[in-house]
């Protein structure tokens, strides 16, 4: 068939493009450092492993972008979103996945194809000239990162926190209640540990005295909205933290009857709800200091910490003078970037990059033009983002602001996010047809 395709890096983008291309019948070389090596923030021997969080955000298809941009990958056939949906685990109106169960099914479909060879190894310089695939996430390796800020301008960051898990059995529920927000979820699958005003004064202030990692080399230090550490959010005022992650807004207490003055929510890690982690609680604490500020809540007292959370370094290439829309490098037909590498954010939005840069490999080693990257889709809408001049380029989540905009009544914009939905479900399709007819 066609020469050999390197895929660089195992985790959800690399993954997901190994997976198509060898389904395609192409002879496949996924190179990752693992399971002899690990990065800083990498445990698990598997494929696929997710480093922070254990959701994959909202299942909403006509009104979360996030959501409607799994729909449109379970259309292209996603190998990474349908284990997360054999692996998922309740978490009310998201899809969070049991995260050991969701990639050892990654490694295990991916070591069902007799094509994809697997090399464990740091691969340290790039032939852009080559059927390759840079799928190295955002913590690719120094020697890696080097190679590329001289060849084409790589090494931009930001800082990307995890939050910590905590034995389900540590939690005092007598100080907690189980309750989606408003009830809108339905099945109750967090628990809600609320605090007193006076607690909570205690909490921020213990919190901003807590010592951090000390981030050696690091000194110009940016951090990503999306991830940013709750010692970070805390500096920004006393009631930031109750406007965002101990938001307690739709919480009722049934011990009160009211709303608490600040609430953390603890989210099931499994589907026997073993595990919980902090919702929206990344941080860069120290491991002792963790458990002293966080077990400050009633409820997590006597807390035992599965994982405590870490903060990494995310790195990302200036991709728009870097990439075309299909993800190839400019002038170099069939090398491809995919992943957060690129300055897309979030698990979902990666692994779409995987896909769209594997549809688009298969398509140029046929012979076939490259998709065009519509964006009345999301899949379509990312590629453009990353792919789009910007003097100020900065990594993006889906959301509805890239997604071209579309005629509603302005009476009822409600109606905004189902249309839009609508009309990109009908295009995935169409994308389908012409992949499936290879046209």
Known sequence: MNKTISVIGGGLAGSEAAYYLAKKGHKVRLYDVKPDNFTPAHSNKNYGELVCSNSLK???????????????????GSM??????????????????????F???????LKSLPNIEFVCKEIEEIDFDENVIVATGPLTTPRLCEFLKEKIGGGFYFYDAAAPIISAESIDLNEAFIADRYGETGEGDYINCPIDKEGYKSFITELL????????????????????????????????LRFGPLKPAGLTDPKTGRWPYACMQLRKEDKEGNMYNIVGF??????????????MFPALKNAEFLRYGVMHKNTYINAPEILNDDFSVKGHGT??????ITGVEGYVESTASGLWAA??????LNGLSPLKADNSTVIGALARYVSTPNSDFQPMNANYGIIGQIEYDRRKKSEKK????????????KIKEIIDNGI
């Not at 549809?359 to 140029?364: A, E």
């Not at 189902?418 to 399709?429: M, N, Q």
């Open 335 to 340: 090398a491809f970037f995919a992943g957060q």
């Open 103 to 109: 990639a050892a099914m990654i490694t295990d479909r």
């Open 282 to 295: 990344q941080t860069n604490l120290l491991f002792p200091e963790q458990k002293r500020v966080f077990t």
């Open 80 to 101: 990474v979103i349908d284990s997360a949906d054999k692996t998922a685990v309740p978490a009310g109106n998201a899809l969070a996945v049991n995260r050991e169960e």
């Open 418 to 429: 189902r249309l839009i939905g609508e009309r990109s479900l009908e295009v995935t399709k």
């Open 209 to 240: 005295n807590a010592k951090c990692v000390e981030l050696h080399g690091f000194e110009d230090e940016k951090v990503f909205e999306g991830c940013m550490p709750v010692e970070v959010m805390a500096r920004r005022g006393e009631d930031t």
């Open 359 to 364: 549809i688009n490999m298969d398509r140029k």
């Open 58 to 76: 909202s299942s909403d298809v006509f009104g979360n972008a996030c959501g409607l941009l799994k729909e449109e990958m379970r259309i292209l």
